[in-house]
């Protein structure tokens, strides 16, 4: 079965320096997203990407948060610069389109990046 | 503003049925969907409701009532393997996921 793909697993960085998550979604879907889940607590959606742009985005995504797709494959998260508080599980996910740009099908997940700012 | 409400704990003993029930007030309603999602581990899809009525699939069946705002999910015949927690979520414009219901299952 199809899967989205992750790397790395384990992701550890100095707190001020930029971080890239990579994600590979699943082949034919359009749809890609990205979510954090901090220990304990539950799956924050960050940001949604859809015909190469931003189609909905969080309040935790802000200036320092950035996503790019820069070839068929791959689909990034950057963070310009990590503070403590982006220490989370971070997933990928990916959805077929139905209709017009709206995704109502369910969205398949990555195996998550542990991101550890010191 | 967006409220999903799950109980934070469950316990069932192996072989028995449990129902997870999912209130949630949002926005806007694109659909419910439930997740199992092992510690450490990524959320897998379990099921999808977008209008009511009761949704089956083997082991597991989920309900929705748009009316009352109330989903739940309902398990068969529990393995100790579905000791995990279940996330409801709703389709409002982006996904919303509660905070999860954490079953034990026990023999």
């Known amino acids: 079965e199809p899967e989205v793909t992750q790397t790395p697993s384990h992701q550890v960085t100095q707190m001020g320096q930029e971080v890239i998550l990579r994600c590979v979604p699943i082949?034919?879907?359009?749809?890609f997203y990205w979510y954090r889940q901090i220990l304990g607590q539950k799956v924050e959606f960050l940001v949604s990407?859809?015909?190469?742009?931003?189609?909905?985005k969080s309040e935790i995504f802000d200036d320092q948060f950035s996503v790019e797709r820069p070839d068929g494959s791959n689909f990034t998260l950057k963070i310009r610069s990590t503070k403590l508080e982006d220490s989370a599980m971070y997933f990928c996910?990916?959805?077929?389109?139905?209709?017009?740009?709206?995704?109502?099908?369910?969205?398949?997940f990555g195996d998550g990046t542990r991101l550890s700012i010191l | 503003g967006q409220n999903i409400d799950q109980p934070t704990e469950m316990t069932a003993t192996e072989g028995a049925i449990v129902q997870i029930n999912c209130t949630y007030q949002?926005?806007?309603?694109?659909?419910l969907f439930w997740y199992q999602q092992h510690a450490g581990e990524a959320p897998t899809f379990l099921s999808y409701?977008?209008?009511?009525g009761l949704e089956e699939k083997g082991r597991f069946s989920s309900f929705l009532s748009r009316s009352k705002g109330y989903s739940y999910l309902l398990l068969k015949e529990l393995q100790m393997k579905d000791s995990a927690s279940y996330l409801c979520?709703?389709?409002?414009?982006?996904?919303?996921f509660g905070k999860g219901t954490r079953l034990s299952v026990i023999a």
């Open positions: 082949s034919n879907h359009l749809y």
């Open positions: 409701n977008v209008l009511d």
């Open positions: 949002t926005s806007g309603f694109n659909g």
């Open positions: 996910a990916s959805s077929e389109v139905t209709g017009v740009g709206l995704s109502n099908q369910p969205q398949h």
């Open positions: 979520a709703v389709r409002d414009t982006p996904l919303v």
């Open positions: 990407f859809y015909n190469n742009e931003i189609s909905e």
